[in-house]
């Protein structure tokens, strides 16, 4: 009997015993549970929360359209720095996610695909065909005396080494008489030793050229005025001009319009000594091509029309919804003899003084008069007043002239008003490119009369056997030198009036 029990009780302690194991089996696998709960639930939370930060991060359209409201394009900022409340390592980590979100991998110091505005370095674009341009945000030094603009950059921004440009501050970077400017972007020793600023300045400044191929009004406005307004005119006034090659006779002439877009002193660049501050700086003009504005490419959509309404607005031109002064003067006359069924339409006949111009002047003016219009003959001067000649031109019907320069007077037109382009031998396609589509581009009316080869020159000159005389087209092909010397240079033109009078009906 004792022997059963002593075996009896052997057998319950062991089923004690292993009860007791699956219980503490139990607990471990609960608390190994729990703990596992606890991990996953906290490193979700943390990525809920990461993912968070991100979306906070990106501007809603709202913010972007009013960011773009507050600072005028083509101002740009720097991304704002997300670091600065990060003190541990998972929040160093994060850093590094929501950098590489925003195109910023690296070593913080290569920022060329940030989306939330441009980098903090000066960006040189080199890539268009026709201009070079340069934009510097934060800390920009302007010197003068050598031609160059630094940029200073934050501390956390310096790289080993320092980056250099040198562009042609104009629109037409081709041109190999424009000098050049230096932009440079300091490395961290050279930023040390950077010139100390003379004067600080809150407002941005650009860096342009006035030389070139200026003197000719088609290239003031094709090559300087355009792309000064393409480039600054969305900063409202507030910006500087520090200018290049600064020339007194084109500041004189085209004051109204550079008050007009800079309310500050202009500055000549070149005798500048100090070292001028700025938060924001542009080296060059950008350009969409040859008198013209690409609305695609231009801030707020700019168009040519726009452009002609900006210049009939600044020289205070009426209001086209206005009449013409003179015709209005007439009208309340009524003593004068002159009634609204008699006012003739008015034409400003542009007389050229050089090439291309009308050898019979006196005949073609007794034409026009006879049928039926009043006659303006002008000579547009270098340094003529624009104020009283934008007048003039705005109280006018009709332009009529030979393709030149001098129609880019057309800019003081009224909406409907017309272009009469005399378009010399072989030179069709050049009075299109030129004039004629920039003008239907402005809401005004283009005419052309291409003369025959018996209406210029060139066929006194050289006789019908000449190759600028039986085909242009040829001589086109065989270089653009050629072309303008007989085409543009040595041509005038002898209007046949009795073949031009039915084009004159046409614009009655």
């Given at each position: 009997m004792a022997g059963d029990w002593s075996s009896s009780s052997s057998t319950a302690a062991k089923g004690v015993a292993r009860r007791l194991a699956?219980?503490?089996?139990?607990?471990?696998?609960?608390?190994l549970g729990f703990f596992v709960s606890v991990v996953l639930y906290t490193t979700v939370?943390?990525?809920?929360?990461?993912?968070?930060?991100?979306?906070?991060?990106?501007?809603?359209?709202?913010?972007?359209?009013?960011?773009s409201a507050r600072t005028a394009p083509p101002l740009v900022f720097s991304t704002p720095n997300h670091s600065t409340e990060v003190n541990d390592a998972g929040g160093k980590l994060d850093e590094v996610l929501i950098r590489q979100e925003l195109g910023q991998e690296g070593d913080g110091n290569n920022r060329s695909n940030v989306k939330h505005g441009a980098p903090r370095k000066p960006i040189c674009d080199l890539s268009d065909p026709r201009y070079a341009i340069c934009e510097i945000s934060g800390d920009a030094r302007a010197i003068g005396a050598n031609s160059t603009v630094y940029h200073v950059p934050p501390a956390d921004?310096?790289?080993?080494?320092?980056?250099?440009?040198?562009?042609?501050?104009?629109?037409?970077?081709?041109?190999?008489?424009?000098?050049?400017?230096?932009?440079?972007?300091?490395?961290?020793?050279?930023?040390?030793?950077?010139?100390?600023?003379?004067?600080?300045?809150?407002?941005?400044?650009?860096?342009?050229?006035?030389?070139?191929?200026?003197?000719?009004?088609?290239?003031?406005?094709?090559?300087?005025?355009?792309?000064?307004?393409?480039?600054?005119?969305?900063?409202?006034?507030?910006?500087?001009?520090?200018?290049?090659?600064?020339?007194?006779?084109?500041?004189?002439?085209?004051?109204?319009?550079?008050?007009?877009?800079?309310?500050?002193?202009?500055?000549?660049?070149?005798?500048?000594?100090?070292?001028?501050?700025?938060?924001?700086?542009?080296?060059?003009?950008?350009?969409?091509?040859?008198?013209?504005?690409?609305?695609?490419?231009?801030?707020?959509?700019?168009?040519?029309?726009?452009?002609?309404?900006?210049?009939r607005d600044v020289f205070s031109l009426p209001p086209e919804d206005q009449g013409i002064p003179y015709k209005e003067a007439n009208k309340k006359n009524k003593n004068g003899g002159t009634s609204m069924e008699e006012q003739k339409p008015r034409l400003m006949l542009i007389n050229r003084a050089g090439i291309r111009k009308f050898v019979n002047l006196p005949e073609i003016s007794a034409a026009v008069q006879a049928a039926g219009?009043?006659?303006l003959i002008m000579e547009p001067l270098r340094d003529m007043r624009l104020e009283e000649f934008s007048r003039q031109v705005d109280s006018c019907d009709v332009?009529?002239?030979?393709?030149?320069?001098?129609?880019?007077?057309?800019?003081?037109?009224?909406?409907?008003?017309?272009?009469?382009?005399?378009?010399?031998?072989?030179?069709?396609?050049?009075?299109?490119?030129?004039?004629?589509?920039?003008?239907?581009?402005?809401?005004?009316?283009?005419?052309?009369y291409s003369i025959t080869v018996e209406e210029s020159t060139l066929y006194e000159k050289y006789g019908k056997d000449h190759l600028a005389v039986r085909d242009p087209e040829a001589l086109r092909k065989q270089?653009?030198?050629?072309?303008?010397?007989?085409?543009?240079d040595e041509q005038d033109i002898r209007l046949n009036v009795t073949r031009f009078t039915p084009t004159l009906h046409q614009l009655l």
């Open positions: 699956r219980h503490h089996q139990a607990v471990l696998g609960f608390l939370s943390g990525l809920l929360r990461f993912t968070n930060t991100l979306v906070i991060l990106q501007p809603t359209p709202g913010e972007r359209t009013e960011q921004e310096h790289g080993p080494d320092g980056l250099e440009w040198a562009i042609r501050d104009q629109s037409r970077k081709d041109l190999g008489y424009i000098d050049k400017v230096n932009v440079k972007t300091l490395s961290a020793a050279q930023s040390r030793v950077a010139p100390e600023c003379t004067s600080r300045h809150a407002v941005p400044a650009i860096v342009f050229a006035m030389n070139g191929l200026t003197s000719n009004p088609w290239h003031d406005f094709s090559d300087v005025l355009i792309p000064l307004f393409i480039t600054t005119r969305a900063y409202d006034g507030e910006i500087q001009f520090l200018v290049t090659d600064l020339r007194p006779w084109f500041v004189d002439k085209y004051r109204l319009i550079l008050t007009n877009l800079s309310r500050y002193d202009i500055v000549d660049f070149n005798k500048d000594t100090g070292v001028r501050c700025y938060p924001h700086i542009v080296v060059g003009l950008r350009s969409h091509g040859d008198l013209s504005i690409d609305p695609a490419r231009a801030p707020h959509n700019y168009t040519m029309l726009d452009f002609r309404m900006y210049i219009f009043e006659v332009l009529m002239g030979a393709h030149g320069a001098a129609l880019t007077s057309f800019f003081f037109l009224r909406t409907n008003a017309v272009m009469l382009q005399v378009v010399p031998w072989g030179l069709e396609r050049e009075a299109m490119s030129y004039f004629g589509v920039h003008a239907k581009d402005m809401m005004l009316q283009d005419i052309e270089g653009w030198q050629l072309l303008r010397k007989y085409l543009w």
